[in-house]
């Protein structure tokens, strides 16, 4: 470790942090209805429980919650408008904490007061203020200050780490991808591709699951990148899958690829700030995330990425901009560049205030309560969620009192997901997403049938999970009497 550098980020307690599963979700639901003398595990009273049981009830008092009455398509004949809404949507857009409006205010009125020279004056001057959000965001992706840098918005750092990563040759020149990759991820890499002067059709690997299956096993990832990695430049994946939700064994992908001479990166839209995360340790090469959907940040606001220290000295081709050159010499302004070292070095222009005020706001939440914490309690929520919808919507569940069913095409293993699960319905989703909506349910669909559900666990609580699925049933025999 070079002089003054911070120390590493503290390496994960054994391989795997979250031991939650099935069983110990059921455990504690029994344990909590003997407590409570609530014998039916699916009843609403079980869920109020334990929903004022929760030692962590607080931080939702830490953010503005909807009510129902303020989502643009709910009926008010079918939903209380002052009541909560049933917002399980943080997957898409995260709620807003209280505190950011006092961040935001502090710079609107330092702007009004002093103008040009805000950006070197006060506690947080304009010109290092992403620095200052470096050491909380390092927290939340397990990497080092110098790993991280805090700029932009999420599809431009995927071109500004392939311009600097990707460079085929003629024998390695292939970019690994999942299937059914976010939109934009997909565009980014077949532009990168075409850029570098190759064509999609030889250079980009789209992996499938296996037939009839939703997700991707990882044991065929690992497979196919030993037996294939040789052709391949980089490896990108999403952390979660944004149509799944599945959470990709991040560490065995890169020592895979590594193995093989792959560089090996992560797109963790939705992944950061909710499942804990050890890019250093992992050894991951680089990362980037959008903020606004766990890291409750406001739409489109700041994005970040992640370059290992592995890179710290490298002066390898990249997009360059003024915020690339070293601050202590930046102003000089004689056009000869002195690079900054490790992720500094990837940022190209001066960083938006407005937006790193939303990002110091959210690093206050996460200040109070550490990520781990929150991880705990999301599996238990996420968990219960399950629990009911196996419940009283699977095929196969006695209790089923629906001809609507529903499966989950999320994977059980709470080590593959994080807070959303992906919902897959018997009946087509634009018959019941409306239904959803006028009830006051914040959720997304996600074509051709799929409705995604994320209990946040910054900001939903068991009553949440268990409003949903009240309005589940519902909507479910509206449909069939309509049917
Ligand atoms: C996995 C993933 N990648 C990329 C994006 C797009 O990011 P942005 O529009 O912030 O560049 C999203 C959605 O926001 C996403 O879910
Ligand atoms: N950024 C979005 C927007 O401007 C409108 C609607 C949705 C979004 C999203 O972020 C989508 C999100 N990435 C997803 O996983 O679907």
Redesign the pocket.
């Known amino acids: 470790m070079s002089e003054g550098q911070a120390p590493p980020p503290p390496q994960p307690e054994g391989e795997q942090e979250c031991m939650c599963t099935q069983d110990k979700v059921l455990q504690f639901l029994n344990k909590m209805a003997d407590e409570s003398g609530i014998k039916d595990l699916t009843d609403l009273a079980l869920a109020e429980f334990l929903s004022d049981s929760d030692a962590l009830k607080g931080i939702r008092d830490l953010f503005h919650y909807p009510k129902a009455g303020t989502l643009p398509d709910v009926d008010p004949t079918l939903v209380d408008p002052e009541s909560d809404s049933i917002y399980l949507c943080g997957n898409s857009l995260g709620l807003m904490p209280k505190v950011t409006e006092e961040v935001m205010k502090e710079h609107l009125e330092k702007w009004a007061k002093m103008g040009v020279f805000g950006h070197m004056s006060g506690e947080v001057p304009w010109a290092h203020s992403d620095e200052h959000c470096l050491e909380g965001v390092g927290r939340l992706v397990g990497a080092k200050k110098e790993e991280v840098s805090v700029c932009n918005?999420?599809?431009?750092n995927i071109h500004v780490l392939l311009a600097a990563f990707y460079k085929p040759t003629e024998t390695r020149h292939k970019i690994l991808l999942e299937s059914k990759a976010?939109p934009?991820?997909h565009y980014a890499i077949e532009s990168q591709i075409r850029m570098k002067g190759r064509t999609v059709q030889d250079s980009m690997v789209c992996l499938e699951p296996r037939d009839g299956e939703e997700t991707l096993r990882t044991e065929d990832i690992l497979d196919y990148i030993d037996k294939n990695g040789d052709e391949i430049a980089v490896i990108w994946f999403?952390g979660i899958q944004?149509y799944t939700g599945q959470l990709f064994d991040m560490k065995a992908i890169t020592e895979a690829g590594h193995r093989k001479g792959c560089l090996v990166g992560f797109?963790l839209?939705?992944a950061f700030a909710n499942v804990p995360l050890h890019l250093h340790w992992w050894d991951v090469d680089f990362a980037a995330w959008?903020s606004y959907k766990y890291g409750c940040t406001g739409a489109?606001s700041i994005?970040g990425l992640f370059v290992h220290e592995r890179f710290l000295h490298d002066k390898r081709d990249r997009m360059l901009g003024w915020w690339s050159h070293k601050m202590s010499s930046r102003f000089t302004m004689d056009n000869v560049l002195d690079l900054d070292e490790g992720a500094a070095g990837y940022r190209i222009s001066n960083p938006p205030i407005h937006c790193v005020a939303a990002m110091l706001g959210s690093l206050k939440v996460f200040d109070q309560v550490p990520l781990e914490y929150l991880r705990s309690r999301s599996c238990y929520l996420t968990g219960y969620l399950e629990y009911l919808v196996k419940t009283l919507f699977g095929e196969n569940s006695e209790q089923r009192t629906t001809k609507l069913s529903i499966s989950i095409i999320t994977p059980e293993d709470f080590h593959q997901r994080g807070c959303q699960l992906s919902l897959k319905f018997s009946s087509p989703i634009d018959v019941i997403y409306p239904e959803l909506v006028k009830r006051g349910c914040a959720v997304d669909k996600r074509y051709p049938n799929v409705i995604r559900v994320a209990p946040v666990h910054l900001y939903n609580n068991y009553v949440d999970v268990r409003r949903f699925i009240s309005v589940l049933q519902e909507v479910a025999h509206i449909v069939e009497d309509h049917a």
Do not use: E, I, N, P
């Not at 918005?153 to 431009?156: D, F, G, R």
């Open positions: 918005s999420l599809t431009v976010f934009s991820d999403s944004y797109d839209a939705h959008c489109g994005a």
